[in-house]
DNA sequence: CACAAACGTAAGTTCATACTTACCGTAAGC
DNA sequence: GCTTACGGTAAGTATGAACTTACGTTTGTG
């Protein structure tokens, strides 16, 4: 849980990127997540299920409703992860400074 | 090109991220991304392609063979995403302090 | 105590995509 | 001019996953 594999193939599922942009916003139950959306509210339950796996939101039981949030730990190992190859990357940068060639983005 | 969305659909896949770690090791040819893999060379190419649609990584000619290295935009862009989410998420955190609940990861 | 609301889960379907083999173009070596 | 590396692309297949509807469970309400 929250390591940076699970949160990136989390965060790959475009629906499963709005469900938690609109928690970004703050805590929401998820009749409150799925209102609106394009996908039934059992998918929305589904997404949160993956996203809680990869650590990247936390629940709170309240009263009959579920309230989720965004936990940091997933956004954290993503973090890291990324920052790795930064690094790396500068440190490849700097070994072979001056080389030309016609990149073709 | 190099907007986060299609950076993190990118890296969602195990294979490609294997193959995005070796390139950040520094620039190699196809041939020797793909040795060691256990996939074969063709699937090497073709996830090349996706991670070069993402910004992910940019490709140069080398005479007969082709060498593939890390572009930094597809990774900047996934920072920035990301960086808007901490900021979100902290102001998010200032507007509710003191709230308790039994977090159940 | 019955009914409604909120949510999770099971089962099944459908569509995307990651892989394979086969083929084709291009650059280098004899 | 042939033949051998190197790598991209086409076509076809199969596994996974993102949905749907249906149902069960818990809480709150009359």
Redesign the pocket.
Known sequence: MANANEAL??L?????RIVFERLAAGP???????EGM?????????????LKSAGLVS?T????????RIDPAGLGAIRAWLDGFWRAQLESFRDEVEKDGESTR
Do not use: C, F, N, W
Not at 61 to 68: I, L, T
């Open positions: 193939a989390a790959a599922d475009p629906t499963r929401r139950s998820v009749g409150a997540i799925a394009r996908v039934s509210r059992p998918a929305v339950s589904q997404h949160l299920k993956a629940d039981a309240e009263g009959a409703r579920r309230v989720y």
